[in-house]
């Protein structure tokens, strides 16, 4: 399993931006499809966004659809989360994992993952 490790996260205003990172090591990256997660204080986990191994292909929960982008840079093992507009209700952990697995159409799904980061706290707060 590849290991990874999140970073990035902060306290940011109403309205502020982001940049979330998690570099993996351990196997070779670029055959990970990788996503991010997050989850707010008293709620389940949920599914923010994934990019396929070769970065081609990219999903999007409907709340961040035209604000957060997912990318990443294979020949530095890191999966990045750009998050902007962000609302004082997306305060959590966000998490990102790893799937050898080429089956995209099971990339919102946290089952369909089978490595974590430890996460990284955001709070958005005025």
């Known amino acids: 399993q590849v290991r990874l490790v999140e970073s990035g996260g902060g306290l940011v205003q109403p309205g502020g931006a982001l940049r979330l990172s998690c570099v993996g090591s351990?196997?070779?990256?670029?055959?990970?499809?990788m996503g991010w997660f997050r989850q707010a204080p008293g709620k389940e986990r949920e599914f923010v966004a994934a990019?396929?191994?070769?970065?081609?292909?990219?999903l999007y929960a409907d709340f961040a659809k035209g604000r957060f982008t997912i990318s990443r840079d294979n020949a530095q093992s890191t999966v990045y989360l750009e998050v902007n507009s962000l609302k004082e209700e997306e305060t959590g952990v966000y998490y990102c994992?790893?799937?050898?697995?080429?089956?995209?159409?099971?990339?919102?799904?946290?089952?369909?993952?089978?490595?974590w980061g430890q996460g990284t706290q955001v709070a958005v707060s005025s």
């Open positions: 990019i396929s191994q070769s970065g081609a292909h990219r």
């Open positions: 351990g196997q070779t990256f670029s055959d990970y499809r």
């Open positions: 994992a790893a799937s050898y697995s080429i089956n995209f159409d099971v990339a919102r799904n946290n089952d369909a993952y089978d490595s």
